[in-house]
């Protein structure tokens, strides 16, 4: 019997560029992605007192156009879209019938007939599936990520460094509102969104244009430390902001009301999936919940680690490691409601040993304003 041939990773348009700085290339979510350039702990810092280029371009894009787009928004996520005005974006949840998550998107409302949701790279296949087969609607989908590279530039010096490629008033561009314009001459979508914790840019454009909007972007921002970073910085950044990550803090075995994300779930806008489910859950009570922890010592609670008190098992880690710029060990978990309160001390099982930590509030770093 023949050995099945290894599946090929899919490429953004800046592979090679990414190889040719020496990144450090990982598998994720089969996508072949930098993972670091200079070091994790440099391009932390890059991001939170400069600024970070990242290529994102591995994230999906799904369009919902026509007449009744809104209608279909509003079943298959928990968020209420009716509130967006044109060029505007909401954080979401894309949801099951059982009132958790098939994903969680950014929705931007370019138009009334015309909605463009940014989703997780391994999902986006999935996601367009579930969206269409919810389709009772005159509305038409359309996956449409390869039409679509993706730059995020995030940082307190992002403004400056991207207001020198673009004519458009970035300073107007309001937090989680769009602007479309052209940037170092091309056409393109710019979002006043982020996952870093940080004001910042992500910039969406024809792939062709990728190398050449890439290296004029860094080579601008070289003399003032603005560099590329990776996806582990990423994911340091985003866990010091308390952001959640679709399959640590929230899957399909996860609600809303249990990630804290209660803020994007508004079950009064009328009908969509899995709401009766979670207005069971909210009028009965939570059994469980998202918390935040520090390590009291200097070991690291990683992801998967057991959580407990007094030596009995209460949940697991969903995302765990050093804070760079809080200069700490810090943590997410679920834990029983009735063992979430702040500064309850548990323990973090490492290696079979208890390692002492503390609930504390989130998010962990807030950005000067």
């Known amino acids: 019997m023949s050995t099945p041939a290894p599946t090929q990773l899919r490429k953004t348009a800046l592979n090679a560029a990414h190889r040719s700085l020496g990144a450090k290339m990982v598998n994720f979510g089969g996508w072949d992605m930098p993972l670091e350039y200079s070091g994790i702990l440099s391009e932390h810092d890059a991001v939170r007192t400069r600024a970070g280029i990242f290529d994102v371009s591995h994230m999906g894009e799904i369009e919902i156009l026509g007449a009744q787009s809104l209608d279909l928004v509003q079943h298959v996520t928990c968020n209420d879209a009716r509130h967006l005005a044109d060029r505007q974006i909401q954080y979401s949840g894309l949801m099951t019938p059982e009132g958790t998550f098939v994903d969680d998107l950014l929705v931007h409302r370019i138009s009334p007939t015309h909605y463009f949701l940014c989703v997780n790279a391994s999902n986006q296949d999935g996601d367009f599936d579930h969206i269409a087969s919810h389709n009772s609607f005159d509305a038409r989908v359309q996956n449409n990520g390869d039409d679509y590279s993706l730059l995020a530039i995030q940082g307190p010096k992002a403004e400056e460094l991207l207001q020198r490629f673009t004519d458009i008033a970035l300073s107007g561009i309001r937090y989680y509102h769009l602007a479309f314009g052209k940037v170092d001459g091309v056409s393109a979508m710019i979002a006043r969104t982020g996952y870093t914790g940080e004001d910042g840019f992500e910039i969406y454009f024809d792939p062709e244009y990728s190398e050449q909007i890439w290296t004029n972007l860094l080579s601008a921002g070289a003399p003032e430390g603005i560099i590329p970073c990776g996806l582990g910085a990423r994911n340091t950044l985003r866990l010091?902001?308390?952001?959640?990550?679709?399959?640590?803090?929230?899957?399909?075995?996860?609600?809303?009301?249990?990630?804290?994300?209660?803020?994007?779930?508004?079950?009064?806008?009328?009908?969509?999936?899995?709401?009766?489910?979670?207005?069971?859950?909210?009028?009965?009570?939570?059994?469980?919940?998202?918390?935040?922890?520090?390590?009291?010592?200097?070991?690291?609670?990683?992801?998967?680690?057991p959580v407990a008190i007094a030596g009995a098992e209460i949940g697991r880690v969903t995302s765990g490691g050093p804070a760079p710029f809080l200069k700490k060990n810090i943590g997410?978990?679920?834990?029983?409601?009735?063992?979430?309160?702040?500064?309850?001390?548990?323990?973090?099982?490492?290696?079979?040993?208890?390692?002492?930590?503390?609930?504390?509030?989130?998010?962990?770093?807030?950005?000067?304003?």
């Open 332 to 369: 997410m978990a679920y834990v029983p409601l009735n063992q979430s309160a702040l500064d309850t001390e548990i323990e973090i099982i490492i290696r079979e040993t208890p390692v002492p930590a503390r609930i504390v509030a989130m998010p962990f770093y807030k950005r000067p304003k």
């Open 240 to 305: 010091e902001a308390g952001m959640c990550l679709y399959g640590h803090e929230i899957d399909e075995t996860t609600t809303p009301w249990e990630a804290g994300l209660g803020w994007i779930c508004k079950v009064d806008k009328g009908d969509f999936l899995g709401r009766e489910i979670l207005v069971k859950q909210k009028a009965e009570g939570l059994a469980r919940k998202l918390v935040g922890f520090e390590m009291l010592d200097k070991r690291i609670g990683r992801d998967g680690y």
